[in-house]
């Protein structure tokens, strides 16, 4: 019974701690005096490093550049919502369309590069974005941002409100839709390609497989994720800042996606749990030295959770279920 | 015409600091494949070095240099046999995490010890104001500059093209296994370039505080111009990243006087294209 479709299907098929996952998130929203507005900002990390998963991840893809695309989407989302535009997910669609337009050229350019040169050209393009954006004062605000940003209601009944309710189902929604379509994608025949190239790239051209197109494409779906991710921004905190596009963002969504674990979705957001609920706390600790503890996690997760939070679990997962003796088939890619 | 020249003249000695900086990290690219970020805080440690030994201790500031430089060299071979070298076969990845979560501790660790900001450098008289040379009235400070980093840029080349441990050397970038197959003491010879490639940042940070100015978050302004250097020059070539340091300097300091507007990322243009039409770098080689 080995066919591709059966094969497939096999893969698609939901663990049911992936369930439990999403309904914990859903059930974090009826917790009394939880913080909403911190859990907002966590999912839409986690959104964002899912996306930087597509490429980084799934295709080996190292691009020190990705909060171009999350800033695109969020200065999109803040133009319509300044201009009159205030209809939140027909702005998401558009912030989509447009980073994924700006994804596919990048893609296009920086297929053929690897190493240093990648790095120094996905660097470069988001530090002339950002440069442009800080210099065009008239055009962006500058440094202030975009001011007066007007978000309506979510399907014209739900109000964006002090406590963030609508901000968090919200935000929570069209992740769990960006998530189900990556999901899609990594267990298709195309995630199969990605995955492939990532670990032989002559080979896979061997195969027949359009390598270089199928760069382009994740960089569009990338960058396309990472513009609804800055779009939920702008739409839950009603305002625009250049920060969307710095390479510190570019930074620290690799560093979430490290801590959480490449190639398995899933890795962007409980990094993103981690991340940002620890640097929410040692900023309460101290304000001024809490960057030395992120810098020395970095360095001790490097060291050695090399694999990051997720794998490492899935690994104890499949061990404590070895030695309960269920001979489950041992999964593919570990639990989660 | 004698803004074209000073234009020329404040971009080479910007360019020679920038030389000092980053030709360290370009050499032990070259030859380990590792990618060092940390690199600008040993920099920023140098300036440091040279900040505290003049105004703690008095030391003359011409002796705060070597300071810096033996300091600093001893700090870098010290993290490189404790940590670094555990990390020479890994991907680009890590490397870029582990060092880059040590530029965020050092970046810290400054400000703990000596607060978030700027630090004030008194020069000494002679290389204070203005000096007529041939024309010119040109800054003492810039011309001392563009001396010492001829200077060191000569003692580089030389060592490297002359000397025994040059030759060393040269090999290990060229072919680390077959050096190693030789009989060369690979792993010694890199810690040494490791520690003379950290002195000279070191030594180019301190070079530096008085033109750049110091403050904690000097490793993150600088890194991305280090990196323009290392990549645009060609990882493990000094005369490369002479010549792109040199070109950085003088593309940074001519966009900003003649392009204000769009003057920041005029550089960063070059370096895609550069990027785009040779991923090695301008004298970069494929292994």
């Known amino acids: ?336 | 015409m004698s803004s074209v020249a000073s234009i020329l003249f404040n971009g080479i000695s910007y360019g020679v600091l920038l030389f000092i900086m980053s030709v360290g990290l370009s050499v032990t690219m070259g030859m380990m494949n590792f990618v060092n970020l940390a690199q600008v805080s040993f920099s920023m440690l140098g300036g440091y070095v040279m900040v505290v030994a003049m105004q703690k201790f008095g030391v003359p500031f011409l002796w705060t240099l070597p300071l810096a430089f033996i300091l600093v060299g001893v700090v870098s071979i010290v993290l490189e046999r404790l940590l670094f070298r555990f990390f020479y076969g890994t991907d680009d990845l890590t490397q870029v995490l582990l060092t880059i979560g040590l530029v965020f501790m050092s970046i810290a660790i400054v400000t703990y010890f000596w607060g978030g900001t700027y630090q004030r450098v008194n020069m000494p008289e002679w290389l204070t104001g203005q000096q007529e040379l041939g024309g010119f009235i040109l800054e003492r400070y810039r011309i001392f500059l563009v001396v010492v980093g001829g200077l060191l840029a000569f003692l580089l080349v030389f060592g490297l093209e002359r000397t025994n441990f040059g030759a060393m050397v040269r090999a290990c970038v060229d072919n680390r296994r077959a050096a190693n197959a030789c009989g060369l003491n690979t792993d010694l010879i890199f810690a040494v370039t490791f520690a003379v490639g950290g002195g000279l940042a070191g030594l180019g940070g301190a070079m530096s505080a008085n033109l750049l100015g110091l403050d904690p978050n000097f490793p993150l302004r600088y890194l991305v111009y280090v990196l323009i250097v290392v990549s645009i020059g060609g990882m493990g070539t000094i005369g490369g990243s002479l010549i792109a340091a040199l070109a950085l300097g003088i593309a940074d300091v001519a966009g900003k006087y003649y392009f204000p507007s769009i003057g920041g990322f005029f550089i960063y243009i070059v370096t895609v294209v550069v990027m785009l039409c040779r991923p090695l770098g301008l004298l970069g080689r494929r292994a």
């Open chain 1, 1 to 336: 019974m080995n066919t591709p479709t059966a094969y497939f299907e096999g893969l698609a098929r939901w663990k049911p701690l992936e369930i439990v996952f999403w309904l914990v998130l859903v059930g974090l929203f009826f917790v009394p005096g939880v913080n909403l507005p911190l859990l907002s900002q966590i999912i839409i990390w986690g959104l964002f490093a899912m996306s930087l998963d597509l490429l980084l991840g799934y295709r080996g893809i190292l691009t020190m550049g990705h909060a171009a695309f999350f800033g695109i989407g969020a200065y999109t989302a803040g133009y319509l919502g300044k201009f009159g535009w205030t209809e939140p997910i027909s702005a998401l669609f558009l912030a989509a369309a447009i980073a994924a337009a700006v994804g596919l050229l990048a893609g296009r350019l920086v297929r053929s590069l690897g190493g240093i040169a990648l790095l120094m050209v996905t660097l470069g393009l988001n530090l002339i974005l950002y440069d442009f954006v800080l210099r065009s004062t008239e055009l962006t605000g500058g440094d202030d941002g975009l001011q007066g940003v007007v978000i309506g209601q979510v399907l014209g009944m739900f109000k964006f409100d002090l406590y963030g309710k609508t901000a968090y189902l919200y935000s929570l929604a069209v992740a769990f839709l960006m998530f189900l379509i990556a999901r899609a994608l990594v267990k298709s025949s195309f995630g199969l390609a990605l995955l492939g190239a990532r670990e032989n790239i002559p080979r896979m051209i061997m195969l027949g497989a359009p390598v270089g197109k199928d760069v382009s494409a994740a960089f569009a779906i990338a960058a396309a994720m990472a513009g609804v991710a800055g779009a939920l921004l702008t739409q839950t905190i009603q305002s625009v800042s250049p920060d969307a596009l710095s390479f510190q963002r570019s930074a620290d969504v690799l560093v979430i996606l490290i801590l959480g674990g490449t190639a398995r979705l899933y890795g962007g957001f409980v990094g993103a749990f981690v991340f940002l609920f620890l640097r929410d706390w040692l900023a309460q600790l101290n304000p001024v030295y809490w960057y030395f503890w992120i810098g020395l996690l970095l360095v001790v997760v490097v060291a050695f959770f090399r694999k990051g939070i997720v794998p490492s679990l899935g690994v104890l997962f499949t061990r404590m279920q070895k030695k309960r003796g269920t001979d489950e088939r041992t999964p593919n890619r570990a639990a989660l």
